[in-house]
């Protein structure tokens, strides 16, 4: 990027959801504390849609169209024609973005996008910006989808292949992201997720600077294989800064909301329960659950006889067993959605059921919480496997043969964790990772140096 006389000027373009909007406008948070302009990018429907009240103003927003300016992605009707649908409109209304902020004296000099959205790279080029991927994955994942991308992974899989990739451990195809579980319809491979995974790696050659939000300790082999293909960096856990180094002032919350958590009532009753003692339960903003696994878990973790606060969205509370919540009351909160970062740092957690997307595993590992992890799709199942064998910090819960994870496996899970030895070591496990997670962001430590080595390139020094 050539020094162009004025202040640099970046925009930040996340894929449209919550899990993809945090870890980007976090990481957008800590540029802006070293004094360089930020616009966030995000599509006209979302911007009718957000809670955005904690986005400080420092952080400017900016909408292009995703061609479901009205309704939402939710009517594309599929993965492909969504991302399709985003790339056509999305490249046009960038570019005219872009030359908007240039007349208004306001030029971009760089743009950070989601390793999903390709097409942003190209429009870059177009206008001679700094071109920055920014990937949510962990590193595991992005390396086994280049690799895809390259035609290095045979498909189709069978059952017993096992996949390898450098500096992996040997994979079985439900340890990728190639397929994933439907409840009574065992595992699958979903439409357009092999090109939609691939892709992201269509042109990543081109791209200036490719981030990883994820710590180098965290995965070190893959980011130094990674490292010899192009100018990587880590730069997370990109949690708010209060939870780690706290060196950015108020720094507490994300700051953009699609759902409106209930605080007060999890707070609440966090604060009335002895230590390590609650089980938090939540998959995240995208996967759902069928009748059959709600029952299921349901009734593992009434067995468990542990407290639990279990977030189950407003779309799928009537899939929740009869009279349960009644025969619960003493044990359990039901919410519609929950402040996750809050509740994981509460004393009162004693492990996390989780679906294992990166972002909840990152956090997760960052507040030294255990995890149980039953993955649903795309990169979650490859998460849970480094949860469970590579990091140790957790329990991967397997499915039947009709794809359903049982409340025996719940129970017994929950329990080994809370009360049992191999809990002791999950525990002790977790709490190394929570060191090394603020050690990485921390002042000197291996995601700070990288983010002030970008921030110099930005600067032009």
Known sequence: MEKRGCNPHVLILPNPSQGHINPILQFARRLVSKG??????????????????????????????????????KDAGSIEACFTSFRINGSRTLAELIEKLANNGQPATAIVYDGLLPWALDVAKQFELFKVAFFTQSCAVNSICYHLNRGLVPLPLSDQSLVSIPELPLLFPSDTPFFYFVDGFGMVTPSGSHELLGNQFSNIDQADWVLFNTFYKLEEKTVDWMAKLWKVGTVGPTLPSMYLDKRIEDDIDYGVKLFKP???????????????????????????????????????????????????????????PNNFVEETLDKGLIVSWSPQLAVLAHESIGCFVTHCGFNSVLEALSFGVPMVAMPRFFDQTTNAKF???????????????????????????????????????????????????????????????????????????
């Not at 990018?41 to 957000?50: A, H, N, P, Q, R």
């Not at 029952?295 to 929740?320: H, I, P, Q």
């Open 36 to 73: 360089i302009k930020v616009t966030l990018l995000i599509t006209v429907y979302l911007s009718k849609s957000m809670h955005a009240a904690d986005l400080e103003c420092s952080i400017a927003i900016e909408t292009i169209s995703d061609g479901f300016d009205d309704t939402g992605s």
């Open 262 to 320: 209930k605080t007060s009532d999890c707070m609440n009753w966090l604060n009335d329960k002895p230590v390590g003692s609650v089980v938090y339960v939540s998959f995240g903003s995208v996967a759902k659950l069928g009748p059959e696994q709600m029952e299921e878990l349901a009734w593992g973790l009434k067995g468990s006889n542990c407290y639990f606060m279990w977030v189950v969205r407003d779309s799928t509370e009537t899939k929740l």
């Open 387 to 461: 949860v469970e064998d590579v990091w140790g910090s957790g329990i991967r819960v397997l499915p039947d043969e009709k794809a359903i994870v049982g409340r025996h496996v719940f129970k017994k899970a929950i329990k080994e964790i809370m009360e049992g030895e191999k809990g002791k070591e999950i525990k002790k496990n977790a709490m190394i990772w929570k060191e090394l997670a603020k050690e990485a962001i921390d002042e000197g430590g291996s995601s700070d140096t990288n983010i002030n080595e970008f921030v110099a390139k930005l600067l032009g020094s």
